[in-house]
């Protein structure tokens, strides 16, 4: 696979992920009755935070 249609291949994988993660942010907003503001805020931080506990292996939980 040449490194543009790879490229292509991820683009979509993060879009879907994204409507996923908007979507289900909105029905815990729904159920719990907090914000959408605040839900999805909270959402995206930890979305975004969780993959450095995996990359950097000094500042991963998981070799403790």
């Not at 907003?29 to 995996?54: E, K, Y």
Request: aromatic share 10%.
């Amino acid at each position: 696979m040449s490194l543009l249609g790879e490229f292509a291949l991820l683009a979509v994988v993060v879009a879907v992920a994204g409507a996923f993660l908007a979507t289900s942010a909105d029905a815990i907003a729904d159920v719990t009755r907090l914000g959408r503001l605040l839900v999805g805020s909270l959402l995206l931080a930890a979305a975004t935070s969780w993959p450095i506990f995996w990359v950097r292996p000094g500042f991963s939980w998981a070799e403790r």
